[in-house]
Every structure is written in C-alpha cells, then in structure tokens.
C-alpha cells in the first residue's frame, strides 16, 4: 500500500519556468511533510519541510502549499535553473513514527537551459 | 560540523554471503535509521534506532538486521544475499526526540550490488 503518492514521475521545464510536483497522502496520522532533493550519486537532502498548521511555507525559490483537507501537498520551485535538475520526493511522518519517513516515488526533474 | 558518514561506499557480493554496512551520524544526534533505493521500489524503510534500542521496523524480511553501539554509531547486516537485494542502502540519523519533525539528514549512501 502505498501512503505517500507523487506525480508526475518526470517533468521538463524550461529555465526561469515554475515546476510543480504534487502528492497525496492516505495516513491522516501524518503530520510532517519534507520534500527531499536528490543529485545522482548523492544521498537526499532536506529542501523544505511543513507541519499542517500551515497551508504554506517559502524558502527562496521553494514554496510548499499544502491542502489538509485534500490531504494533497506540492513542492513549487520559482524561477526554475538547470542546477535544480535533480530528483525530487516528498515524503511525510507521523508522531508516532519518530524518525521515519515514507517517502514518494520520486520525479526526475529537467530544467532546459 | 561532518554530516552522516558511510562505509563502504561500494562493494560487490555473491548471492549466498552476507555484508555489513557502517554508519556514523552528525555528532550528538541518537537516532539512526537505514533506507534502502532501488529504481523499482524508491525509498523504503528499513529500521530506526534510538539510544541502542530498535524503535521501528519496516517490512522487509529478518535477513535485514541492524544495530547501534552506544556512541549511535550504526550497522546493518543482510544475510544471504540475494540479487533482488541490490541497491543504495542510505542511513539517516537526527536528534530522535519524543515528537516528529526533528531535521533527517541523510548519508551518500552505500551502493551494493549482488552478482
């Protein structure tokens, strides 16, 4: 069963466009929703994290929007550059969950120069 | 400050044997979990230790085993390699309190392959 659903799987975007990734999550035990970002090679890394008492957080170009009642979140990157290229998840925990994290599936972004 | 470290960073087994994997996370941080990445699953969990004692268990089979020492250094060991076991073994660690949220810092990973 798969808790944490993220689409699209790929996405291309052009430089200075805006991506969006979305995901939907099932447990409503969740009550903490990081988004991950992952260069080849490399281990994830924290972009931007957001609890449900808010509907969205900004951190320079990253901006999480989230919907509780949708039970849906979504990672936009303004401004988009081809550094950004990268594979992103989302991923969501639960209190009881201590440090564990379900993560989404991961989409693969490009961004054209 | 060094961030979460892991050995060895590659290696390559024969089905049948088991490996060991290391982890030493960010100074002052209790809690180390393990995830493992492949291209068909993603990232699922493993396991979660908490001052020496495993807090969460995924759902993988009991070949998956880990520990941790009392300085949170961290190891995990799979037995009897099999070829579907190939992957990115990641290992995490943050400071593991009593609520969720606390920052999860990942290592680069331990990439096996099984031959």
């Known amino acids: 069963q798969q808790q944490v659903k993220q689409s699209p799987q790929s996405l291309i975007v052009q430089k200075g466009g805006i991506s969006i990734i979305n995901c939907a999550y099932e447990?409503?035990?969740?009550?903490?929703f990081p988004w991950y970002q992952q260069f080849p090679g490399k281990g994830p890394a924290l972009l931007i994290a957001?609890?449900?008492?808010?509907s969205e957080k900004k951190e320079g170009r990253f901006t999480i929007s989230f919907n509780k009642s949708a039970k849906q979140f979504s990672l936009h990157i303004m401004d988009s550059q081809p550094g950004d290229s990268a594979t992103y998840f989302c991923?969501?925990?639960?209190?009881?969950?201590?440090?564990?994290?379900?993560f989404g599936k991961g989409t693969m972004l490009l961004v054209s120069p | 400050k060094a961030g979460v470290t892991q050995t060895p960073r590659y290696l390559i087994k024969t089905r049948g044997q088991q490996v060991t994997l290391s982890c030493s996370p960010i100074?002052?941080?209790?809690?180390v979990s393990w995830y493992q990445q492949t291209p068909g699953q993603g990232l699922q969990f493993l396991f979660e230790?908490?001052?020496?004692?495993?807090?969460n268990k995924g759902n993988f089979p009991g070949r998956f085993s880990g520990r941790q020492f009392s300085n949170s250094r961290s190891e995990m060991n799979v037995s009897t390699l099999e070829l579907g076991d190939s992957a990115l073994y990641l290992c995490?660690?943050?400071?593991?309190?009593?609520?969720?949220?606390?920052?999860?810092?990942f290592g680069e990973g331990s990439w096996l392959t099984v031959v």
């Open positions: 991923a969501a925990s639960s209190s009881s969950g201590y440090s564990t994290l379900t």
């Open positions: 447990n409503t035990a969740f009550d903490y």
């Open positions: 100074s002052g941080h209790r809690s």
């Open positions: 957001i609890r449900p008492d808010v």
């Open positions: 995490a660690s943050s400071l593991g309190g009593p609520s969720s949220g606390n920052t999860i810092y």
């Open positions: 230790y908490f001052s020496e004692t495993q807090r």
